[in-house]
C-alpha cells in the first residue's frame, strides 16, 4: 500500500521463470527433463550423429608442459625458506615427477583425437553420418583428445559436471558441444546414448597411499576428491560393460583399452576368469592396444562393418524411437479411424 493509502500492484513472475521455484526440491522432475531435452534438441541442431567416448585422467599433461612444470617448481624450491612452504613444494615435485611416465596418453589422446577428427571431415565431405570426438570435458585425457580433435577443425564434445576442481570445460570443448551437468546420471545417458565406441586409458591411482594422497590433494589444491582419480573412468568402462552385457545397449561397441600393460595390472582379468566371475564372452568384449594408431584404425573398422550391415540406420531410427516415447511397431487403427 502506498503512502497515501492506495494499493499498489502486486509485482508477479511467472512459474517458469522463478529461480526458487526450479531450484526447489519439488522441481527436480523439471531440472531432469532439461537435461534430458536440452542436449538432445542441441545436438540434432548441429548434426551431431555419433560419437566415440575417450576417458582417462584428468592429471596427466602435455610431455613438454610437464617439464616446465618441473622445472618451475625446481626454481621455486630455491627461493622459499618456510619449512611448511617447502615441504608442500618437495609433494608437488614428487609426484609431477611420477607422473611423467603416465604424461604418454596425454600424447596418444592427442593423436587419437586428431586422426578422428581428420576422418570425420572426409567423411562429411562425402555427406556420411558424423562420428565425433566427445569427453568428460575435463583436463588431461579429456583436454588431449578434445585438442586433438579442435587442431583438425572439428567440433568437439565435453560432457561435463559440476567439478568444483576442474572449474570450467577445457578451452578445446567446441562451443555447440559442451555440456555441463547438475545429473550425474543425465551426464551418463547422454555420454553412452550416441556413444558408437569407448577407449579408455589410464586413469589414475584409484585409492591412494597416505603420502601420495597427500600430494595429488596438494597438487589439486586440496580437493578432497582428488584421490578419486581413475574411479571416474573404472566407472565408466564397466557402466558401458553392464549395458553391453545386459542387452541395454544391442549393437556392437568396441570398448578399448588403450595401455595393456597398465590395464592388466590395474585389473586381474586373468584371476576373474580363473574363479569364476568372468567368462570368456565378457573378456571378448574387450580388446587392448598400445598406440593410437592401433585404437584409430580398430574404430574405423567397426564403423565400417556397421555401415557395410546397414546396422547403423537400425540404431538410429532405434534411439529415436526410445527417446521420443514411440511405440516399437504402429499401434493397430482402431474402427473409427479407419
Known sequence: MA???ELKNVPTIKAYKNPDWLGAPTSRHIRIMCELYEPMKRLDAHSIDNYFIIVGSHLVMHPEDRVKHIAGLEQQLKKITSEEEVEAVQAKLRFAKKMQNMDKFYSMALELGKKLGEWNKERAASGKPSYHVSTGGGPGIMEAANRGAHEAGETTLGF?????????LNRYVSEEGAFEFHYFFMRKFWMAYKCMGLV???????KTEGSVESEIRTVCKGS???GSA???SLDELFEMLVLLQTKKITHPMPIILLGAEHWKKAINFDYLLECGMLTQSHLDMLVFKDSAEDAFQYLVESVRKAEESGETEQVETAKRRRLENKPSTPATPSKKDR
Open 3 to 5: 503512502s497515501n493509502g
Open 160 to 168: 561435463g559436471a559440476s567439478r568444483p576442481e576442474w572449474g570450467s
Open 200 to 206: 579408455v586409458m589410464p586413469g589414475g591411482q584409484g
Open 224 to 226: 578432497t576428491r582428488a
Open 230 to 232: 581413475g574411479f571416474g
